[in-house]
Each structure stands twice: as structure tokens, then as C-alpha cells.
């Protein structure tokens, strides 16, 4: 069965780092694109960052510069390296993995095929 499980979320002070971990089995990434999105209460999903099969990359104004994003097609994993972490930046954090979109396309939702089930982070003293 195939499957995304996401790891690495918690709690953490503002300025401080996460780093959040996306693991596939039942299907390799290796010709997948990886997105990580972010849903805030009472907002809509949020494409944080993406990276596509090729390793190109497309990432939200607000967090370029503090976040990245990276994958590893031997451990089968896309990670997400959170830095600078600020209040705004709480909520549920999801991979997703696509095998068709083109890069104009990596930040729409509907474009991908699987979903994990989500990983709190919150940023707060």
C-alpha cells in the first residue's frame, strides 16, 4: 500500500529550527515531485515548498531564505529544514508526492496523488 508518513514536527521557541521528515513506502520518489504544504486554522492549504524529480526547487515568499527543502531518493525521503522559526509559521504540516505536474504546476494541491497525515509544528514561548 502506498503510503507518505511525515515526522519530525513538535514544539519549538521562535528562532529556533525543525526539521521535518517525509517517508514513502510502497512507491518510489525517485521520479516524483515532493511538496510540503501547511494549514493554518481558518486558512486554506499553503504550498510551503516543492522540489521536483529533477531537483528544482519553488518555495513560498515567506519562507525563502530560512527554509529548505531536500530529498533523498536512496532512503526513499524529502525533508523539509525549517530555520528562523517565527509564530506564523505554526500549523499542520503535509508531503505530498505528484508524478506529473510541471514546475508551474508544483504548487497546486489538486496536482498531487499522495498525501501523509499531517505533522503539528508549533512556534511559541
Known amino acids: 500500500q502506498a503510503q507518505l508518513v511525515e515526522s519530525g514536527g513538535g514544539l519549538v521557541q521562535p528562532g529556533g529550527s525543525l526539521r521535518l521528515s517525509c517517508t514513502a513506502s510502497g512507491f518510489t520518489l525517485d521520479y516524483y515531485n515532493i511538496g510540503w504544504f501547511r494549514q493554518v486554522p481558518g486558512k486554506k492549504h499553503e504550498a510551503v515548498s516543492c522540489i521536483t524529480w529533477d531537483g528544482k526547487i519553488t518555495s513560498a515568499d515567506s519562507v525563502k531564505g530560512r527554509f529548505t527543502i531536500s530529498r533523498d531518493n536512496i532512503e526513499n525521503t524529502g525533508d523539509l529544514q525549517m530555520n528562523s522559526l517565527i509564530p506564523e509559521d505554526t500549523g499542520v504540516y503535509f508531503c505530498?508526492?505528484?508524478?506529473?505536474?510541471?514546475?508551474?504546476?508544483?504548487?497546486?494541491?489538486?496536482?498531487?496523488?499522495?498525501w501523509g497525515q499531517g505533522t503539528q509544528v508549533t512556534v511559541s514561548f
Open positions: 505530498a508526492a505528484d508524478d506529473a505536474a510541471g514546475y508551474n504546476e508544483l504548487r497546486a494541491l489538486s496536482k498531487y496523488n499522495y
